[in-house]
């Protein structure tokens, strides 16, 4: 990938992009909540559910979804490395959302959304680790949690691409360390 200015220009799109904070639009729309004041205290679909109820949490999931699948999805690159790194800006502005005092959500919405538009089978089959293990302990951060452990892994026996492999792995551990508290509250449990 050469660096050159209209690479530039598309990570500060991407991250621009990445920085809408959904969950601050549904709750200035609906009238609902402030979920920086309640509940985890997190701008991300779980805590609008929780703290605003189902149609906030949904329609925060769905912003924040489509923030990371469309840019993707409609993206004129044909190397599957390159736009795994055009959706890191993505996730980067989804954490540290220049509208939101450089504050955000954890990232597992807006990464659903990029790594379905990479590649379907791959994003497939993480939201259906995701589902798999909520329907049987009804927490999402477990898993979220585990749907990126399992990432690489997947990545690593479906894509061919080694760059793109190491890239999963990145992307997992931005994930999981931005699930610390809630891995240290379930191994406290």
């Known amino acids: 990938m050469e660096l050159d200015f209209t690479a530039f220009l598309f990570f500060i799109a991407f991250y621009l992009i990445g920085s809408i904070p959904f969950a601050l639009i549904v709750y200035k729309f609906m009238s ?3 979920p920086r004041k309640s509940g985890s ?24 979804f489509l923030k990371g699948f469309i840019p993707i999805y409609f993206l004129i690159e044909q190397n599957l490395t390159v736009a795994y790194t055009y959706s890191l ?6 954490m540290f959302s220049v509208f939101n005092n450089f504050k955000g959500g954890k990232g597992v919405a807006t990464s659903f959304g ?19 293990i909520f329907m049987l302990k009804r927490i999402s951060g477990l898993s979220a949690i585990v749907s990126f452990i399992f990432l690489p892994l997947i990545t690593f026996f479906i894509s061919n691409d080694h760059l793109f492999f190491l890239i999963s792995i990145f992307h997992s551990i931005v994930i999981l360390l931005n699930h610390q ?7 406290e449990r």
């Open 89 to 94: 800006f993505l996730l980067l502005g989804h």
């Open 114 to 132: 990029f790594i379905l538009a990479l590649d379907f089978q791959i994003g497939l089959i993480i939201l259906m680790t995701w589902a798999f």
């Open 32 to 34: 609902t909540t402030d």
């Open 41 to 64: 205290m997190n701008p991300g679909a779980t805590n609008m559910y929780r703290v605003a109820g189902p149609l906030p949490g949904v329609l925060t999931f769905l912003g924040d």
């Open 181 to 187: 508290k809630n891995i240290r509250e379930m191994l």
